[in-house]
């Protein structure tokens, strides 16, 4: 069983990160609200089964994630984080994997006082690419 989920917005990216190098997607899962949209490349936004698949995508590739908060502004019950995050490793097959970005997210306290992702946007800062 993973730890608890954040009681502060702080924390958030450091539960998230625990879960994810736990390797445990229900767990991770556990850090989003129902409903909430992640970005898994700029422009893309998904929610629900897709946003689950694509963030166990970035699980797959079997390499650690490290998240540093830059900056974390909160109202009420609302939170913008600013995290740099990176994926450095080997994968299953022993390539090399390294992936960073500045992640935007935003995270909501929910009735129970734990704190979720509303928006996981962890390529924030990156413009989308051009269109095919």
Request: aromatic residues 8%.
């Given at each position: 069983m993973?730890?608890?989920?954040?009681d502060?917005?702080?924390?958030?990216?450091?539960?998230?990160?625990?879960?994810?190098?736990?390797?445990?997607?229900?767990?991770v899962?556990?850090?989003?609200?129902?409903?909430a949209v992640?970005v898994?490349?700029?422009?893309?936004?998904?929610?629900?089964?897709?946003?689950?698949?694509?963030?166990?995508?970035?699980?797959?590739?079997?390499?650690?994630?490290?998240?540093?908060?830059?900056?974390?502004?909160?109202?009420?019950?609302?939170?913008?984080l600013?995290?740099?995050?990176?994926?450095?490793?080997?994968?299953?097959?022993?390539?090399?994997?390294?992936?960073?970005?500045?992640?935007?997210?935003?995270?909501?306290?929910?009735?129970?006082?734990?704190?979720?992702?509303?928006?996981?946007?962890?390529?924030?800062?990156?413009?989308?690419?051009?269109?095919?």
């Amino acid at each position: 069983m993973m730890g608890q989920l954040a009681d502060r917005a702080e924390d958030v990216p450091a539960v998230f990160a625990d879960r994810f190098n736990g390797g445990d997607r229900a767990a991770v899962a556990e850090v989003y609200e129902s409903g909430a949209v992640f970005v898994p490349e700029p422009g893309s936004p998904l929610t629900g089964t897709q946003a689950e698949a694509a963030n166990g995508e970035f699980m797959s590739l079997g390499a650690p994630i490290t998240v540093r908060p830059r900056h974390v502004y909160t109202a009420g019950d609302i939170a913008l984080l600013i995290v740099d995050w990176n994926i450095d490793g080997m994968d299953h097959d022993g390539r090399a994997v390294h992936i960073e970005g500045t992640a935007t997210d935003v995270a909501r306290r929910g009735e129970d006082g734990y704190w979720r992702y509303v928006i996981d946007n962890p390529f924030g800062v990156e413009r989308p690419g051009p269109a095919d």
